[in-house]
């Protein structure tokens, strides 16, 4: 492959100037590699990679090589100056094999085994290219209702998720991740009760879950009333639930759990660009693209952060610049559809047909700060409808300029472009508003329209060195104005936010305002405000503190309603064990001394007759059997059996057993043991009764507690904690790195390694 240096006219600037996480993004997930796993690329050759590839569309359009090689000059340029960046996919496999460019797809489920099993097939070969699928359940007939076919009864909707999310995990286990999935069911569906309430014992790990929410459903909650459930198969009235109550059901199941989302389906459907092919009955797994069944989109983020000028009045923005970087975005969109190889012909056609694409935003949070804003303040809020009305006015005339010289998009006729107020459009939607989490990553800005997660948090590396990272615009500032000091970010990281340290000025303490810093209302308006010019939906997480009430989420979505939202995803602080990226103090690590005989200790021989006791625990793998044996000098060994999984899981949680038993028999306390097994986190928890499972070795330290307490008292333990509220301060751990995660945009993203569960 020639590199970037061997082209003639790129700027390398690029490879000098991304930062040291930047380049450790791109080197594990984006540029090309050797069968020994060494990157092949540098950044400026993966950019070239991508701008050609893209770019050679153009010659659809009867454009000349040097006309091409113009664009592709351009294209490069648009994204090495970090100022604007597709979707990963297209990063990833623009110019290789693959070729398939799209993040977002929905797929059709009807109520047949044929059309069941064939989703789950065509799910397969997205998640293997790399894509995200979202489903609707709602077609399927309830549980329990007769089957003619076999005389036997259905077993709804919320078993076949089952077979969905199996699937996915057996795609992962031969991959390098897991795929991520949306599941919808609609709210007057009969088996709605069991969907709102499927993710508390912690299954379906590799599923968003989102209600979709109707508009007599959302009056009958304001009025107190029941509202109709009906069954799919005829569409007949199938029985009443109270709608206050249900609602109820989701506030706490979303309090308790972050899920299930929520989604104003009829709100969607009122925007769709094409009724004419259907409704809308679905998104993408972070709920921000609404598509139709077989349908796709590519999307592309503009870096905010770029745009804001110094000028004699104060901070501006760049409108012409920004105005241009829109209409070239665009261009660049519209180009990546021509190339895309779509990995179902359905989606092919639809895909074509449409030409949706997704120009959203990054680098919002920065922005503000550079204009010396708060993100909770009314006039971020107003510049919020100034920018996305800007994008969004800018977007469709790019996308109606290219109609003009291209046509219409081929779905145009009976689309709601089709009017006599209607005109040229080559995009059935041009806007939407996605999480960003690794491109922000590599664009080194906030991610989405998220505030900052943190100003400086904590990170622990190899041989647990602590190493303080702080925010660079936080820091230049704190250096320029005279108070930075490495004991005053170890306070910032330790208290999680600047708000009320008055080393730091107050200007400032506004501007570096962070995610639990703002109040929930301020989070959805700010969501209200871009979603006012944005074609498709925002991507955005409502935050929450861990002592926030259910009735404060209820708040939320009420307003979120009268705001003319079209989704929420809302995360209560502590309630999914995918926690963000944690900054509040987790106490001190206990040192273990080192033994005075080191090398001279040697566990006893087994007993040959033991007692003990047998525990079936819930985890995120599956069911985990733990035994628990003792003899007369006290606990001896432990023994691991995981349900029918096996794999990985298994063979770790054996590993584990094993040692726990080698260490009580060389004499370690079985309570200094367990403890430090319990609050061990893994990327996919379990609720269980009584609590939260955090990973298997949280649940061999949950079943040596109970033992511990029959051998003491001679009665059984029972739940999942004695105290473990000082857990709620750790971090989750990143499924490839170990790192810490935060969860954002109804995503989940680690700025260690660039892992992200959506992407």
Same mark, same amino acid.
């Given at each position: 492959?020639?590199?970037?240096?061997?082209?003639?006219?790129?700027?390398?600037?690029?490879?000098?100037?991304?930062?040291?996480?930047?380049?450790?993004?791109?080197?594990?997930?984006?540029?090309?590699?050797?069968?020994?796993?060494?990157?092949?690329?540098?950044?400026?050759? %993966?950019?070239?990679?991508?701008?050609?590839?893209?770019?050679?569309?153009?010659?659809?359009?009867?454009?000349?090589?040097?006309?091409?090689?113009?664009?592709?000059?351009?294209?490069?340029?648009?994204?090495?100056?970090?100022?604007?960046?597709?979707?990963? #996919?297209?990063?990833?496999?623009?110019?290789?094999?693959?070729?398939?460019?799209?993040?977002?797809?929905?797929?059709?489920?009807?109520?047949?085994?044929?059309?069941?099993?064939?989703?789950?097939?065509?799910?397969?070969?997205?998640?293997?290219?790399?894509?995200?699928?979202?489903?609707?359940?709602?077609?399927?007939?309830?549980?329990?209702?007769?089957?003619?076919?076999?005389?036997?009864?259905?077993?709804?909707?919320?078993?076949?998720?089952?077979?969905?999310?199996?699937?996915?995990?057996?795609?992962?286990?031969?991959?390098?991740?897991?795929?991520?999935?949306?599941?919808?069911?609609?709210?007057?569906?009969?088996?709605?009760?069991?969907?709102?309430?499927?993710?508390?014992?912690?299954?379906?790990?590799?599923?968003?879950?989102?209600?979709?929410?109707?508009?007599?459903?959302?009056?009958?909650?304001?009025?107190?009333?029941?509202?109709?459930?009906?069954?799919?198969?005829?569409?007949?009235?199938?029985?009443?639930?109270?709608?206050?109550?249900?609602?109820?059901?989701?506030?706490?199941?979303?309090?308790?759990?972050?899920?299930?989302?929520?989604?104003?389906?009829?709100?969607?459907?009122?925007?769709?660009?094409?009724?004419?092919?259907?409704?809308?009955?679905?998104?993408?797994?972070?709920?921000?693209?609404?598509?139709?069944?077989?349908?796709?989109?590519?999307?592309?983020?503009?870096?905010?952060?770029?745009?804001?000028?110094?000028?004699?009045?104060?901070?501006?923005?760049?409108?012409?610049?920004?105005?241009?970087?829109?209409?070239?975005?665009?261009?660049?969109?519209?180009?990546?559809?021509?190339?895309?190889?779509?990995?179902?012909?359905?989606?092919?056609?639809?895909? /074509?047909?449409?030409?949706?694409?997704?120009?959203?935003?990054?680098?919002?949070?920065?922005?503000?700060?550079?204009?010396?804003?708060?993100?909770?303040?009314?006039?971020?809020?107003?510049?919020?409808?100034?920018? %996305?009305?800007?994008?969004?006015?800018?977007?469709?005339?790019?996308?109606?300029k290219l109609a003009e010289q291209r046509g219409n998009f081929p779905n145009f006729e009976g689309s709601v472009f089709d009017s006599p107020d209607g005109g040229p459009m080559r995009n059935a939607t041009v806007t939407t508003i996605a999480p960003t989490g690794t491109l922000s990553i590599i664009a080194n800005c906030?991610?989405?329209?998220?505030?900052?997660?943190?100003?400086?948090?904590?990170?622990?590396?190899?041989?647990?060195?602590?190493?303080?990272?702080?925010?660079?615009?936080?820091?230049?500032?704190?250096?320029?104005?005279?108070?930075?000091?490495?004991?005053?970010?170890?306070?910032?990281?330790?208290?999680?936010?600047?708000?009320?340290?008055?080393?730091?000025?107050?200007?400032?303490?506004?501007?570096?305002?962070?995610?639990?810093?703002?109040?929930?209302?301020?989070?959805?308006?700010?969501?209200?405000?871009?979603? %006012?010019?944005?074609?498709?939906?925002?991507?955005?997480?409502?935050?929450?503190?861990?002592?926030?009430?259910?009735?404060?989420?209820?708040?939320?979505?009420?307003?979120?309603?009268?705001?003319?939202?079209?989704?929420?995803?809302?995360?209560?602080?502590?309630?999914?064990?995918?926690?963000?990226?944690?900054?509040?103090?987790?106490?001190?690590?206990?040192?273990?001394?080192?033994?005075?005989?080191?090398?001279?200790?040697? #566990?006893?021989? /087994?007993?040959?007759?033991?007692?003990?006791?047998?525990?079936?625990?819930?985890?995120?793998?599956? *069911?985990?059997?733990?035994?628990? *044996?003792?003899?007369?000098?006290?606990?001896?060994?432990?023994?691991?059996?995981?349900?029918?999984?096996?794999?990985?899981?298994?063979?770790?949680?054996?590993?584990?057993?094993?040692?726990?038993?080698?260490?009580? /028999?060389?004499?370690?306390?079985?309570?200094?043991?367990?403890?430090?097994?319990?609050?061990?986190?893994?990327?996919?928890?379990?609720?269980?009764?009584?609590?939260?499972?955090?990973?298997?070795?949280?649940?061999?330290?949950?079943?040596?507690?109970?033992?511990?307490?029959?051998?003491?008292?001679?009665?059984?333990?029972?739940?999942?904690?004695?105290?473990?509220?000082?857990?709620?301060?750790?971090?989750?751990?990143?499924?490839?790195?170990?790192?810490?995660?935060?969860?954002?945009?109804?995503?989940?993203?680690?700025?260690?390694?660039?892992?992200?569960?959506?992407?």
């Open positions: 492959m020639q590199d970037a240096a061997g082209r003639t006219g790129y700027s390398l600037a690029i490879d000098e100037i991304l930062t040291p996480n930047s380049l450790k993004v791109l080197q594990k997930r984006y540029l090309c590699r050797d069968e020994d796993g060494n990157p092949t690329e540098k950044p400026s050759d %993966m950019f070239a990679r991508v701008a050609e590839n893209i770019a050679s569309s153009e010659l659809t359009w009867c454009a000349t090589e040097a006309e091409v090689a113009e664009v592709a000059h351009d294209f490069y340029s648009l994204m090495s100056s970090l100022e604007f960046l597709p979707n990963s #996919p297209t990063l990833m496999n623009a110019g290789r094999e693959l070729q398939q460019l799209s993040a977002c797809f929905v797929l059709p489920i009807a109520d047949s085994m044929d059309s069941i099993f064939s989703a789950v097939r065509d799910t397969a070969m997205i998640h293997k290219s790399g894509g995200g699928t979202g489903f609707s359940f709602s077609r399927l007939r309830p549980g329990g209702d007769q089957v003619r076919s076999t005389q036997g009864v259905s077993s709804g909707p919320v078993s076949f998720m089952r077979v969905f999310n199996q699937a996915t995990e057996a795609v992962k286990q031969g991959g390098t991740r897991r795929g991520a999935n949306m599941g919808v069911l609609r709210i007057d569906h009969p088996d709605i009760l069991t969907f709102i309430k499927c993710k508390e014992t912690g299954d379906f790990a590799n599923f968003n879950i989102s209600v979709a929410l109707t508009e007599d459903f959302m009056e009958a909650v304001k009025a107190g009333t029941a509202y109709d459930l009906r069954n799919p198969r005829a569409g007949d009235i199938d029985g009443t639930y109270d709608a206050r109550e249900v609602y109820d059901l989701i506030v706490d199941m979303a309090w308790a759990t972050g899920d299930p989302g929520i989604i104003f389906i009829d709100r969607i459907n009122r925007d769709n660009p094409t009724p004419q092919l259907g409704e809308i009955e679905s998104t993408n797994p972070c709920g921000e693209q609404p598509l139709l069944p077989y349908e796709a989109c590519n999307l592309g983020s503009v870096n905010l952060s770029k745009f804001v000028v110094p000028t004699e009045n104060g901070p501006e923005v760049n409108w012409d610049r920004l105005g241009d970087v829109v209409q070239r975005g665009v261009r660049f969109l519209d180009d990546v559809i021509e190339v895309n190889n779509y990995p179902l012909p359905q989606i092919d056609e639809l895909a /074509r047909g449409n030409r949706k694409i997704g120009l959203g935003v990054m680098g919002w949070a920065d922005m503000l700060i550079k204009m010396g804003l708060s993100y909770n303040s009314p006039e971020a809020v107003a510049l919020a409808e100034k920018v %996305m009305g800007f994008i969004n006015a800018q977007g469709a005339a790019a996308s109606a906030s991610s989405g329209v998220e505030p900052l997660f943190a100003v400086s948090y904590v990170r622990t590396v190899m041989d647990n060195d602590r190493l303080i990272e702080v925010n660079p615009m936080f820091e230049e500032i704190a250096v320029k104005r005279g108070f930075y000091g490495q004991e005053l970010m170890a306070l910032i990281a330790d208290h999680g936010s600047v708000v009320g340290i008055d080393e730091v000025p107050e200007d400032v303490q506004s501007w570096f305002v962070t995610a639990h810093d703002i109040s929930p209302e301020s989070h959805i308006r700010m969501q209200a405000a871009f979603q %006012m010019h944005t074609d498709n939906a925002v991507s955005k997480t409502v935050n929450f503190s861990s002592d926030a009430t259910r009735d404060d989420v209820a708040e939320v979505y009420d307003l979120a309603y009268e705001l003319g939202v079209k989704g929420v995803t809302i995360y209560r602080d502590g309630s999914k064990e995918n926690q963000v990226l944690s900054t509040g103090k987790t106490g001190g690590a206990s040192v273990v001394d080192e033994p005075a005989r080191r090398g001279e200790i040697e #566990p006893r021989p /087994r007993p040959m007759v033991t007692e003990g006791r047998t525990e079936k625990i819930m985890t995120g793998c599956g *069911n985990l059997y733990v035994t628990v *044996n003792w003899d007369e000098d006290g606990m001896c060994e432990v023994f691991t059996q995981m349900g029918k999984s096996g794999g990985c899981a298994a063979s770790q949680s054996e590993a584990l057993s094993r040692m726990i038993s080698v260490s009580l /028999r060389a004499g370690v306390d079985p309570e200094a043991i367990q403890k430090h097994l319990r609050g061990i986190r893994c990327p996919s928890p379990s609720w269980t009764e009584g609590g939260k499972v955090l990973s298997c070795a949280d649940a061999v330290g949950i079943v040596m507690e109970h033992a511990l307490t029959y051998m003491e008292t001679g009665e059984a333990g029972k739940g999942v904690s004695k105290n473990t509220d000082h857990l709620d301060n750790l971090s989750g751990a990143c499924p490839e790195c170990g790192g810490m995660v935060e969860h954002e945009s109804g995503c989940m993203v680690c700025r260690s390694c660039g892992y992200s569960k959506c992407a």
